[in-house]
């Protein structure tokens, strides 16, 4: 089957990234969201994202203008699915709400639809039976900034149709993605099985009053020359991410200290709004956070 028509649900922070990114390489896309103010917003960072794919990856005016053509922006679930020859979902990182969603979409989409969560923790066996097509569904998962983090790992469950599987490596690659195939299922596949422990580590170090957001992350940035330091990606990421991101592992080990960084997130960050980049606070406030400040690092 070749691919044409594909449709991402949820366009928060990947959600649009990867509706706008796919429209760039010729594809025609559905963005589906539950409100409409949340594809007005979609629309304001496509805007963002044509200055930053001119600075970035040298595109072409003409090129971005005619991804945006390419997009269709609805709130009715059953249009956004009835010509999708491949789904991707990026709703919020909860095994309720994905089930849920997947349960209602699987009697919606039709049979020759493919279904991909980019979830970044989840496995897709915790959900596969909500699809109701297992065989066509599998993860598909992206990085931050994928334009130029053009990173795509795709990981199946027992029941994946390795065509299926080797379908979606292939449609990855049209799109401009460094591919990671993933022979096997693993809680955070190769990426997050990397960063999370990262994160947790800068999280620990805070909650636990071992040293400052600041002082965390310039350890990190001067000794490693790296650009973020783990507090500051974690306001990227954004908190609502970090702590489903908890939640699940809380859920999935059964550990007290998983139980404990995801209270300590709900407490301090969640029931604050201070949700990172997107609400102007986490552990900087926002625009103009102190990593950026030309004497962060003096």
Request: proline share 4%; net charge negative.
């Amino acid at each position: 089957m070749k691919i044409n028509n594909v449709t991402v649900f949820g366009s928060g922070v990947l959600g649009a990234q990867i509706a706008f990114h796919t429209a760039y390489h010729g594809y025609d896309v559905t963005l589906f969201d539950i409100k409409e103010e949340l594809l007005e917003n979609a629309k304001l960072k496509f805007e963002q994202f044509k200055t930053l794919y001119q600075k970035d990856i040298n595109a072409a005016s003409a090129d971005l203008e005619a991804a945006l053509l390419r997009v269709r922006f609805t709130t009715d679930l059953a249009k956004s699915v009835k010509d999708a020859d491949l789904t991707i979902e990026a709703v919020p990182e909860d095994i309720r709400i994905k089930r849920d969603f997947y349960s209602k979409i699987s009697t919606l989409a039709p049979t020759k639809t493919i279904f991909c969560t980019n979830s970044s923790t989840l496995l897709p066996s915790q959900f596969a039976d909500q699809t109701g097509r297992p065989q066509r569904f599998l993860a598909l998962h992206f990085a931050n900034y994928l334009w130029k983090n053009n990173v795509a790992e795709i990981m199946g469950h027992a029941g994946t149709d390795p065509e299926i599987f080797n379908q979606v490596v292939a449609f990855a690659k049209t799109i401009g993605m460094l591919t990671i195939p993933i022979y096997k299922e693993q809680p955070g596949y190769v990426m997050n099985s990397l960063l999370v422990p990262w994160l947790i580590a800068g999280l620990d170090l805070y909650r636990n009053g071992v040293a400052d957001a600041a002082s965390i992350d310039k350890t990190w940035m001067k000794t490693l020359g790296a650009d973020l330091g783990p507090m500051a990606m974690a306001d990227l990421v954004g908190m609502s991410t970090a702590y489903h991101v908890t939640q699940s592992y809380a859920e999935l080990t059964g550990e007290q200290q998983w139980k404990d960084r995801r209270d300590f997130l709900k407490e301090n960050f969640i029931e604050k709004n201070k949700l990172g980049i997107s609400t102007g606070e986490g552990f900087y406030t926002y625009p103009n956070p102190a990593y950026q400040h030309a004497d962060f690092l003096k």
